[in-house]
């Protein structure tokens, strides 16, 4: 590069520029890339600044400089010299003549250059050069197979497009759909159109979310699921099954997936609960109106020998020992069932549809000798008010006599004036107002028909259905030896016709609901066709009283006449058989059983 020369014995000084353009061949020469808008700072005349503005084609413009009077009016330009590369000297040298340094001529104050201005030279023709593959647009370097600012060709941009940035690929313009979209109609003009995160397009184009059983299809992920509907859970993991478990009744998943209801309790509305009737006691559910343990309330026990009856403790005074064989109450459930069998049964038609009865608990055993016994020792006393029933109540007038001693009928009785063999035998001759009068001294009452039946065979108990033949199920008993029921004059023991209470299997806890005695019925006897008490008619705790009916109901079946046959006997130890005595006899094939109730 040529310096600038000042004439007139002043020092040479070098000025700087880093963009220079200059006439050259009626146009401009570009020195060097900048960006259109930006400005730098250049060399004038006269120690001068000016600016140079970078221009639309990425060069500098000329020096824009501003004329100043120097003392003398001499301008820069007359002063300055710039010498260009390739230039001629007619198109830099000032018109006047080259005076000698020692020619001397003065040099006005006003443009005397300081000899210390020394600029360093730089190259005034520079071209920026790109890589190949690269070329130069605008100022700028750009791969055009692959520039979305210059795509194929310099200027050529690549238009946006919806949910998708620009792109260009082999010279094309394209775009790349944003995370979560898709261009699903292939229509380049409307961008990444599809939300690639719905049941109709999840995870690709066209992948659509299958409905499955109590829920909504969901997408997640880019992957299939499904939201379960209010009160449903998919418990198992399977979405082929759709949520299949309905957590409001559920006793494995109550309320949520493996929340399981223990200690008895169900799942009533999505919340482990006792069923109704039972309270929670410690975790477990329990019958408050049943339950030894928690009777009434929870952590109320009765005491031994006391069971618990709607609720109350109820002691069987005749058991101050109540582990004594012949001890011992069953709660009975109430509810409802048909009275009467056509099965062989003797009187036990026509049958009665619908009788139900209350909750009760009745005697485990036939009363014993040694339980009538400690009723006899006390004074035996009589009833001293109305003998209250759920379905009415009866005199308590009761004249109390003692057991017969001797038989009636061939047999044998099984009281003795004091304390015998037999004091775990069922006490037998003992007349209706006496066994009623015990039931009241120990806590209870003698039962109605349709309690007692209902206990017999109406009720479901240990794995039998109900409506059976005999208290054990529908199995004929056999009479030699006997096996199921002492009947048909099988040997007794102890000298008696009658055998221990509880020598044979009970069923739902009752023993000798068939065989060995007879038992007394509170209520009156009349056939079932009689509408003053059945009729058919629909019954809530039947109790028959009718003052025109002298006899009382037995039940049961006995220890056996030796002169009936076989198949009567079996026909009487059937549980819908009815028989009836006068209350005043008590004989050697009589006997009778408690319950209790509110």
Do not use: K
């Amino acid at each position: 590069m040529r310096s600038m020369m000042v004439r007139g014995g002043v020092a040479a000084a070098t000025v700087v520029a880093m963009v220079l353009s200059v006439g050259c061949g009626g146009g401009d020469q570009v020195v060097s890339a900048c960006t259109p808008g930006q400005t730098t700072s250049c060399a004038c005349a006269g120690g001068q600044s000016g600016v140079q503005t970078c221009q639309a084609g990425g060069t500098y413009a000329a020096c824009s400089c501003t004329e100043a009077d120097a003392g003398g009016g001499v301008d820069a330009p007359d002063v300055m010299s710039v010498d260009v590369v390739d230039a001629g000297p007619s198109a830099v040298d000032a018109p006047s003549p080259d005076v000698p340094m020692d020619a001397g001529i003065d040099v006005p104050p006003a443009i005397d250059v300081p000899p210390a201005v020394d600029v360093p030279t730089m190259p005034v023709d520079v071209t920026p050069s790109c890589p190949a593959p690269q070329v130069l647009c605008v100022g700028q370097c750009a791969s055009l197979p692959t520039d979305p600012m210059n795509c194929g060709a310099c200027g050529t941009v690549c238009p946006p497009r919806m949910n998708a940035v620009p792109a260009c690929a082999g010279s094309r313009c394209g775009f790349i759909c944003n995370t979560g979209y898709r261009d699903c109609d292939g229509n380049p003009l409307n961008g990444c159109e599809t939300n690639i995160a719905t049941t109709t397009n999840c995870g690709a184009c066209g992948l659509a979310c299958g409905a499955a059983a109590n829920s909504a299809p969901s997408c997640g992920a880019g992957t299939c699921g499904l939201t379960c509907n209010t009160g449903f859970a998919n418990c198992d993991g399977s979405a082929g099954n759709g949520c299949e478990v309905n957590t409001t009744s559920s006793n494995a998943h109550c309320g949520a997936c493996g929340n399981a209801c223990a200690g008895g309790m169900v799942c009533l509305s999505g919340s482990c609960a006792c069923p109704s009737g039972q309270t929670a006691c410690g975790g477990v559910c329990v019958v408050t109106a049943s339950s030894a343990t928690n009777c009434g309330s929870c952590g109320n026990a009765c005491a031994s020998g006391s069971v618990c009856v709607a609720g109350t403790c109820v002691a069987q005074v005749s058991c101050p020992d109540s582990s004594e064989r012949g001890c011992g109450l069953v709660q009975i459930a109430g509810g409802s069932f048909a009275m009467g069998a056509t099965d062989g049964a003797i009187r036990a038609t026509p049958i009665q549809v619908s009788i139900s009865v209350s909750s009760f608990s009745m005697d485990a055993y036939l009363v014993t000798v040694g339980r009538f016994r400690r009723f006899w020792n006390v004074g035996h006393p009589s009833p001293t008010g109305a003998i209250v029933y759920p379905g009415g109540s009866l005199s308590g007038a009761l004249a109390v006599a003692e057991p017969r001693a001797t038989p009636r009928y061939g047999g044998t009785c099984n009281w003795t004036a004091t304390a015998g063999s037999r004091e775990l035998h069922p006490v037998n001759c003992v007349n209706h107002s006496t066994a009623q009068a015990f039931c009241v001294w120990d806590g209870g009452r003698l039962p109605t028909e349709a309690e007692w039946e209902y206990a017999a065979r109406g009720r479901t108990v240990a794995g039998l259905s109900a409506q059976r033949s005999f208290p054990w199920g529908n199995t004929v008993p056999s009479a030699s030896p006997c096996d199921l029921a002492q009947f048909n004059a099988c040997a007794g023991e102890d000298g008696a016709n009658t055998r221990q209470v509880g020598r044979f299997p009970a069923q739902g806890g009752l023993y000798d609901m068939a065989g060995n005695l007879w038992e007394w019925m509170a209520d009156r006897y009349v056939d079932y066709s009689n509408s003053t008490c059945w009729g058919g008619t629909t019954r809530s705790n039947p109790l028959c009283t009718s003052a025109s009916a002298p006899d009382f109901t037995v039940r049961g079946g006995w220890w056996g006449n030796p002169s009936d046959t076989l198949a009567n006997n079996t026909a009487l130890l059937r549980s819908a058989s009815r028989g009836y005595d006068p209350p005043e006899v008590g004989y050697e094939g009589l006997g009778f059983r408690c319950v209790r109730s509110p």
